[in-house]
């Protein structure tokens, strides 16, 4: 799983760029990047505040009350896609995001399907979605198979087999059963291994 499939057919010099395309807390060696890192970058402590400023940019105020809402309605699922922790909306659209705040809002449908108002303008919303993140002790074990290479473009996990090794690419927002969870970060470790690295790294990672 983690050399995601189109990096197998780039140049070394591809792959630098990709990596230095990457925001700074994605470069890092010593963790996986979350959505604290992402709002941080611009004096963000929250995803709300986070989402707030977006939608202040984008000229969407309308829509604001809804983002910072209690998230409510189906799941996306987390996953991790170089060095960070994602979720992707259906339609799409992709954000960083926060074991600590396990909320979504997709800045490319507003998440208008979940709980979207329609207006003389058209629909406004809708609220955020919950993110199903790993339990604590499989968080720590994905994290720490990651962490064994220092490579940012190696740290890419997904529990979702149809996402076929690219993260996020299906698009899928489903329940994971404990199975998949286990079988998914099996492949990580044998990766790791096929790779003369180490299965996983002996100390935890998530407080």
């Known amino acids: 799983m983690p050399r995601k499939v189109d990096n197998l057919a780039r140049t070394d010099f591809d792959l630098a760029v990709r990596r230095m395309n990457l925001q700074d807390y994605a470069r890092v060696s010593e963790a996986i990047?979350?959505?604290?890192?992402?709002?941080?970058?611009?004096?963000?402590?929250?995803?709300?505040?986070?989402?707030?400023?977006?939608?202040?940019?984008?000229?969407?105020?309308?829509?604001?009350?809804?983002?910072?809402?209690?998230?409510?309605?189906?799941?996306?699922?987390?996953?991790?896609?170089?060095?960070r922790w994602m979720a992707r909306c259906e339609c799409g659209g992709l954000a960083v995001v926060d074991p600590d705040e396990p909320e979504f809002y997709c800045h490319g449908c507003f998440n208008m399907a979940n709980g979207g108002v329609p207006t003389g303008r058209g629909m406004h919303g809708g609220y955020p979605r919950p993110i199903?993140?790993?339990?604590?002790q499989e968080h720590n074990q994905i994290e720490n198979a990651l962490l064994v290479s220092d490579d940012p473009l190696w740290r890419n996990w997904s529990p979702l087999a149809e996402d076929e090794g690219q993260p996020g690419e299906s698009r899928s927002n489903r329940a994971v059963s404990p199975e998949e969870m286990r079988d998914s970060i099996a492949r990580l470790e044998d990766a790791n291994e096929a790779a003369d690295l180490p299965r996983r790294r002996t100390i935890e990672v998530m407080e």
């Open 33 to 83: 990047g979350r959505g604290r890192d992402h709002w941080g970058r611009m004096g963000l402590a929250t995803r709300r505040e986070f989402d707030t400023f977006l939608l202040t940019r984008e000229r969407h105020p309308e829509s604001i009350a809804y983002a910072i809402g209690v998230a409510r309605g189906p799941e996306v699922v987390a996953f991790v896609n170089d060095n």
């Open 132 to 136: 199903l993140f790993p339990g604590k």
